[in-house]
């Protein structure tokens, strides 16, 4: 019985959604732990690709950027994560609760407003834990709300949409 169980969610899930599901949103982004001279809040766009049925995996590239009075702050993440969804199975769910785990590379820039200071490049590896909302609204196509934590120290709020392909 256990392993009908296996091969059912691993095997036929996945094979009855072989599509891809293509994301796109955008929000804000807040830093509460930094201190006053830095850039602590901005705007985000975030696009992905996922495939699969309870457990999808799947890519995304995230832009973001800040901007004080004296600095700006531009920020680019690609990722690769893991997302469950654990309603995946039910073909008439109107709304799907997704759980996500991303991680990857990142690469930023903050530019100082005053032409003698220089500007400070960093990359490094990234990671994003989130909760998302999935509502249908039609057949291939609906909205999407996540609450995101990058790196720990992040908080991203983002709404969007999807297509079912």
Not at 2 to 16: D, K, N
Not at 105 to 116: A, I, K, L, N
Not at 136 to 162: A, C, D, I, P
Request: charged letters at 10%; a negative charge.
């Amino acid at each position: 019985m256990l392993r009908l169980f296996i091969v059912y969610f691993f095997v036929i899930s996945l094979e009855a959604s072989a599509g891809f599901q293509a994301k796109f949103y955008g929000g804000t982004w807040n830093n509460p732990n930094t201190n006053d001279n830095k850039v602590n809040s901005g705007t985000l766009f975030k696009t992905g690709l996922v495939t699969g049925n309870i457990f999808r995996f799947g890519g995304s590239f995230a832009y973001s950027q800040g901007t004080t009075s004296d600095r700006t702050l531009v920020q680019g993440d690609l990722c690769l994560g893991l997302y469950i969804y654990p309603m995946g199975g039910m073909t008439g769910s109107f709304f799907q609760v997704s759980l996500y785990f991303e991680g990857g590379g990142q690469m930023s820039t903050e530019e100082m407003s005053d032409p003698g200071q220089q500007a400070s490049n960093k990359s490094g590896a990234s990671y994003t834990i989130g909760v998302g909302l999935d509502a249908h609204l039609f057949q291939s196509f609906g909205l999407n709300f996540n609450v995101e934590n990058h790196n720990t120290n992040q908080f991203r709020m983002l709404v969007g949409f999807f297509q079912n392909y």
